[in-house]
């Protein structure tokens, strides 16, 4: 089966500053790479996804990158602002079946 | 509208106790999703439904772990004999079909404590 490694686990940034949240996945058929935000006390929410026919998708201040040969890919948040403060999930699929997800990002956003 | 709720949104039981948690998915979504949470970890697919048939079960734990869904809507996970290591967060998704590129909607979760 899948398997999504995600890093870092923790990462703080300064408003305003970038924060970029890497993964890698092992199933050289997975074709779709959604991520997902938590909030505290909430479930995940679909963000942004990418399917392995394209390299980089943006959405605002936020982009996703894909590299289908080395089986990695990252999401970049541009401009952070406190909102953005919560964990995000990296999850590789190509299946039918429930996604891999990465075990997390907590991101913080310092003021 | 309305989306994924799940009951209760809190549960505390004793060990070896049984346990229903309950999903009500976003209405006309025939892909229903169970994962369990564990703190600090990422979500552990456990089962999914496409209608009221479950072609994949093979992500529960053990044989404690039942689903059910019925009239291709509500679902209950029940765990039997509960142990303390099934404390976790439990979440359900439904999305309008299963497979590739169908966005997944979450419900808020129920929080399983086993003391």
């Known amino acids: 089966g899948e398997n999504v490694e995600q890093h870092p686990s923790t990462l703080s940034v300064q408003e305003g500053d970038s924060a970029v949240i890497k993964c890698t996945y092992s199933d050289s058929a997975s074709n779709y790479f959604p991520w997902y935000k938590q909030e505290l006390g909430k479930g995940p929410q679909l963000i942004i996804d990418i399917r392995s026919n394209v390299g980089e998708k943006k959405d605002q201040r936020i982009a996703v990158t894909l590299n289908k040969t080395a089986k990695h890919f990252s999401l970049h948040i541009t401009e952070t602002q406190p909102e953005d403060s919560a964990v995000y999930f990296c999850v590789g699929g190509g299946g039918a079946d429930g996604l891999t997800f990465g075990k997390g990002t907590h991101l913080i956003i310092q003021p | 509208g309305a989306g994924v709720s799940q009951s209760p949104s809190n549960k505390v039981t004793e060990k070896g106790k049984d346990v229903e948690l309950r999903c009500d998915p976003i209405?006309?979504?025939?892909?229903l999703y169970w994962y369990r949470q564990s703190l600090g970890q990422g979500l552990e697919f456990l089962i999914y439904f496409q209608g009221n048939s479950a072609p994949d079960k093979s992500g529960l734990p053990s044989d404690r772990f039942s689903a059910e869904r019925t009239g291709g809507s509500v679902s209950t996970l029940t765990i039997q004999r509960t142990q303390q290591e099934d404390s976790a967060v439990y979440l359900c998704a439904s999305s309008f079909g299963a497979g590739v590129g169908y966005e997944q909607y979450f419900g808020p979760g129920t929080r399983l404590t086993v003391t």
């Open positions: 209405s006309g979504h025939t892909a």
